[in-house]
């Protein structure tokens, strides 16, 4: 199972970002999905994750800000987020929550003034 994000980049602290999750398999497949990020030098932390009925979590600091979704039918997941703040910038990665797939690039999100 290959996992790959996009849709990261640079963006001012209040601004918004679309990240995607593309999947080399069918979605319904895997029962939970998640959303990870990690800074350089720190460890990679829970975002938000999803399951196939679609409850959700989200990590404290994002919550209210960030929204996770699935498509099924396409095999992509996304993560919405809104009120970027500098301490968002991090390079995200998705995968099965737990995490049993290979990691993948991460895409890189980069909030700044």
């Known amino acids: 199972v290959q996992l790959q994000a996009s849709g990261g980049g640079l963006v001012q602290p209040g601004g918004s970002l679309r990240l995607s999750c593309a999947a080399s398999?069918?979605?319904?497949?895997?029962?939970?999905l998640a959303w990870f990020r990690q800074v350089p030098g720190k460890q990679r932390e829970l975002v938000a994750s999803?399951?196939?009925?679609?409850?959700?979590n989200y990590a404290d600091s994002v919550k209210g800000r960030f929204t996770i979704s699935r498509d099924n039918a396409k095999k992509t997941m996304y993560l919405e987020m809104n009120s970027l703040k500098l301490e968002d910038t991090a390079v995200y990665y998705c995968?099965?929550?737990?995490?049993?797939?290979?990691w993948g690039q991460g895409t890189l999100v980069t909030v700044s003034s």
């Open positions: 995968n099965g929550l737990p995490p049993v797939y290979n």
């Open positions: 398999v069918a979605l319904g497949s895997v029962f939970r």
């Open positions: 999803i399951t196939t009925a679609g409850t959700t």
